[in-house]
């Protein structure tokens, strides 16, 4: 008898995640890694220059048009002198209210 290989179930719509972009978590997200940027007293130009990358790529982040991820967010905390653990405390904080 020959076995027949069966595809396993796509998800349905209610088991999917939704994308983050444009989620009220990503937004607070957005405005808490601005935040950090100016509390750290610099600049767009002066960040990406820190970072090694274009000005347009924190500009991208910042509006909302670009997602990061844990590496770059790392990355980003460093050069704004946070601990991660308090930017996600924050973040979760601000959640709540």
């Known amino acids: 008898?020959?076995?027949?290989?069966?595809?396993?179930?796509?998800?349905?719509?209610?088991?999917r995640l939704t994308k983050s972009l444009h989620s009220p978590l990503h937004e607070r997200f957005v405005h808490l890694i601005r935040?950090?940027?100016?509390?750290?007293?610099?600049?767009?130009v002066e960040a990406a220059a820190k970072l090694?990358?274009?000005q347009s790529f924190i500009s991208d982040i910042e509006r909302g048009q670009r997602r990061v991820d844990v590496v770059e967010f790392v990355r980003f905390c460093g050069a704004y002198g946070?601990?991660?653990a308090?930017?996600?405390?924050?973040?979760?904080?601000s959640e709540s209210t």
């Not at 950090?36 to 007293?41: I, P, S, T, V, Y």
């Not at 308090?86 to 904080?93: G, S």
């Open 52 to 54: 090694g990358i274009r």
């Open 35 to 44: 935040a950090a940027r100016l509390e750290a007293g610099l600049s767009q």
């Open 1 to 15: 008898m020959r076995r027949v290989a069966t595809r396993p179930k796509k998800a349905g719509k209610t088991d």
């Open 86 to 93: 308090a930017f996600f405390r924050r973040l979760t904080e």
């Open 82 to 84: 946070i601990r991660p």
